[in-house]
């Protein structure tokens, strides 16, 4: 904004602003964007599993029976409310991080342009719009200097809008060019992005794809839920002739809280949000929680060469005049057109920075021409134009602004951008400049040539994201030479570069070779960024999109993970998943490497939780199929469900315990768990009705045994999850440590079984320790399924054929 337009505008006063809020006309409103204290007390303790288990708790206490209470309620009552407490917590110290990176609004008050948080705005304030800055009220234009608004947003047409004095601006629109001048007329809630739909602002929950598939998980255990737990109640009544029974709600009980897989859920949650508390250490703020197992994904990573191998730092080394030309002549047109413009971006003040160190003041000590108006540059148009009343000066990208492509002032600047310097051609007219159309007749006056420093960090952070196996590609706006130059010094090899005229010119199937194969795009449009990403997603890929300016505002829509450089443009940072907030690339394979490590807890925990979840659904029906009772005891399941499934699955959501690398859900989690929740339930099934017969229908002796068998398989399956192969000791050998804590964790789960009778009054376990027999069993049952499950999941016959009739014909 220049200084003549700013000095036409004194805004508010202090006592003005205090009547405007005194009346309720504050930009006060704001629409949930997050989840509130309410949201995570409500989903983490009022979910409907805690619901049904808790009802039925409330009536085996009715029952006097406390210690089922006690031991089935503790495993959900601990999951709950530390899962709560964590997330708060979490939650807490990240809303902290979030206020460095919340934007300000600049706002004229008492005669000065102040920054100010956008709910300080109120009726009537005055702001300056500029490029990037995204509306947060509706209002009208005072004064506008090329004034180009984005309302893709709410019309969902692309194309910039123009907008003159008196036109109408709305919140949620962003300028892409020139600059203006408002008064605010619609604040907080009447205002248009808020009226549009409260229902859109309110925070939707947007889950990643292993999220989706525990969601898919649980809400079957809740369909099998409804319909078996009734069942229990009528089989009571048959077998009993009552319902009101305590065995029956004990049952019910067990069946409840072995089905759903609520801790899996909580621990999920809670790897995720301490994990994006993780990676804020690497000055990454996570603005989607979800964002992290995101950045386990990323494949592709897309980048502008500018801040990222580049330091951002623009500076002109040389001026080139053309057509006869004198340096003074062409130093004292840039003076008019830089001085002239709305709004000068890094490019157009480095070349101010220039002209004023060379001591030129305007056009050798003529007064500096006045514009007649100015056409702003954006990536799309790739040049801007400023109209005096006698020449047009035109200052873009050379080939946009050359006329003769093939001519000398081209070939030289197809030369200098080759040694990496970026160029620009300055050129005039004094033919009649038609609006955001390039005029045909221009002769060229000077190229101008700038350099920017390389980041020294860009070739080691380069050769970490090739390290973790993900595709490197740059995507710019400038010169195809230039780009490919600094590129290759910073360390990338350029195997295939294409510019955004090629890609466009290409048919679908050529466009889609060229961006698998290619590793540089230069001289790309905003628009072609975007089918850039898409070609890539469309292809399977994983992208990650990092962008800091208007101009990568549709790509980054279009990019599975949207990263964006905390100086970045205001729309940019409010779409972005990621801020970068030291504005630095090379924290991000430190961050995405963090991203991989806690999608892999997410991943160890879920075969935990689920194997538990299928193998005792199974053995219930097992049970009932060979008509024997109910085979599993409330209190003991819930204590073997907390000595090695809880507190293992919280050491890894914590990252205490490191799972073994899983690349593929389906694969390398669901296939186990299916494969070891039905042998598990299979080899369980024998043991109870094995020790049910021979113990002379003893239910109390069956339930313990099978409780035993369960620990110790329970263990078969931390170990797998944690890298140990039982028929492979050197596995062992390589992860003693864990093996010895895994030994200890059953055994500490057994052995306080054992010794509950001798220090408490009451058999609170109900146990009666297995007969040698019955041990001797165990472990023959226990050696034979492990070594099923081993070779099970070398063939994957069972699973492969299971996946093949469940998948869509």
Not at 719 to 725: Q, S, T, Y
């Amino acid at each position: 904004m220049s200084a003549q337009t700013t000095q036409q505008f004194t805004g508010l006063s202090a006592a003005e602003v205090a009547e405007r809020v005194a009346r309720g006309e504050a930009n006060d409103y704001q629409a949930r964007v997050g989840r509130t204290y309410w949201q995570i007390f409500r989903d983490n303790i009022l979910n409907l599993f805690n619901i049904v288990l808790g009802t039925l708790l409330i009536i085996v206490l009715l029952f006097q029976d406390y210690a089922t209470v006690f031991f089935a309620g503790f495993s959900v009552v601990t999951n709950s409310f530390l899962g709560m407490i964590q997330e708060m917590n979490a939650k807490r110290r990240l809303d902290r991080l979030a206020a460095l990176a919340a934007s300000l609004v600049c706002v004229y008050r008492d005669g000065d342009v102040v920054a100010l948080p956008k709910f300080e705005i109120v009726k009537d304030d005055i702001l300056p719009i500029e490029p990037g800055d995204r509306l947060v009220v509706d209002g009208t234009v005072l004064h506008s200097d090329g004034l180009e608004m984005d309302e893709s947003q709410l019309t969902g047409e692309s194309d910039a809008i123009l907008k003159e004095a008196g036109d109408q601006v709305q919140s949620g629109t962003y300028c892409v060019g020139g600059s203006g001048v408002m008064i605010a007329t619609r604040v907080g809630a009447e205002s248009t992005v808020n009226q549009i739909s409260t229902i859109a602002k309110t925070y939707k929950r947007v889950l990643t794809p292993t999220q989706r598939k525990i969601v898919l998980i649980v809400q079957l255990s809740v369909i099998i839920m409804a319909v078996c737990t009734p069942m229990i109640f009528a089989a009571g009544y048959i077998t009993d002739g009552e319902i009101f029974n305590l065995e029956i709600f004990r049952n019910a009980v067990v069946f409840v809280s072995s089905l759903v897989p609520q801790g899996l859920v909580l621990t999920a949650t809670l790897a995720l949000t301490l994990g994006a508390l993780s990676i804020s250490r690497f000055r990454t703020l996570v603005q989607r929680v979800n964002a992290v197992e995101s950045m386990a994904n990323v494949t592709t990573l897309c980048f502008d060469k500018t801040g990222t191998l580049t330091k951002n730092q623009l500076s002109v080394v040389e001026i080139r005049p053309l057509n006869g030309h004198t340096v003074a002549e062409v130093t004292a047109k840039l003076a008019h057109y830089t001085q002239n413009l709305a709004h000068q971006n890094r490019t157009a003040g480095a070349v101010a920075d220039y002209i004023a160190a060379e001591a030129i003041n305007g056009s050798g000590g003529q007064a500096l021409l006045t514009k007649q108006r100015e056409v702003p540059f954006t990536s799309t148009r790739q040049w801007g134009a400023v109209v005096f009343a006698d020449e047009t000066l035109i200052l873009g990208a050379p080939e946009r602004v050359l006329t003769d492509a093939e001519g000398a002032p081209a070939q030289e600047a197809s030369a200098i951008a080759a040694n990496g310097l970026r160029v620009l051609a300055l050129a005039r007219s004094t033919a009649p400049m038609p609006d955001g159309v390039l005029v045909a007749e221009r002769d060229p006056v000077a190229l101008i040539i700038l350099s920017d420093q390389i980041r020294e960090d860009s070739e080691a952070m380069l050769a970490e994201f090739r390290e973790q196996s993900i595709a490197l590609k740059v995507i710019s706006g400038d010169n195809l030479e230039t780009v490919r130059e600094i590129a290759i010094k910073a360390g990338m090899t350029i195997r295939r570069a294409y510019t955004g005229d090629e890609i466009e010119a290409m048919t679908p199937l050529e466009r889609v070779d060229a961006v698998k194969k290619g590793d540089l795009f230069a001289r790309v449009e905003p628009d072609t960024k975007r089918k850039i990403v898409n070609t890539l997603t469309d292809e399977g890929e994983y992208v990650a999109m990092v962008g800091d300016g208007v101009n990568d505002v549709p790509a980054l829509k279009a990019a599975n993970l949207a990263i964006v450089m905390n100086d970045g443009a205001q729309i940019s940072k409010d779409i972005a998943d990621i801020v970068l907030l030291n504005n630095a690339m090379s924290t991000l394979p430190r961050a995405l490497k963090d991203g991989r490590i806690i999608t892999q807890s997410i991943y160890g925990t879920s075969k935990i939780f689920l194997v538990k979840n299928i193998y005792s659904t199974l053995l219930f029906l097992f049970a009932g199929f060979m008509a024997m009772p109910f085979p599993i005891s409330p209190i003991q399941i819930s204590w073997l469900t907390f000595g090695v499934i809880n507190v293992p699955a919280g050491l890894m959501a914590l990252r205490v315990l490191r799972p073994r690398h899983m690349r593929a859900f389906r694969r390398d989690v669901l296939d186990y768990v299916v494969t070891a929740g039905f042998i598990g339930a299979a080899a369980m099934a024998f043991v109870f009705g094995a020790t049910y017969l021979a113990s002379g229908q003893d239910l109390d002796q069956a339930r313990s045994t099978v409780t035993i068998f369960m620990t110790l398989f329970s263990l078969i399956v931390l170990w797998n999850v944690l890298g140990i192969e039982l028929l492979h000791p050197r596995t062992i050998l390589a992860h003693l440590w864990v093996f010895v804590l895994g030994i200890v964790a059953a055994a500490g789960t057994i052995a306080v079984m054992y010794l509950a009778p001798l220090v408490l009054e009451d058999d609170v376990f109900e146990f009666v320790p297995p007969t040698p027999q019955a041990w001797g069993m165990i472990a023959i049952v226990f050696g034979i399924s492990a070594v099923l499950l081993h070779f099970t999941m070398r063939k994957r016959e069972l699973t492969e054929r299971l996946w093949e009739l469940l998948s869509p014909p």
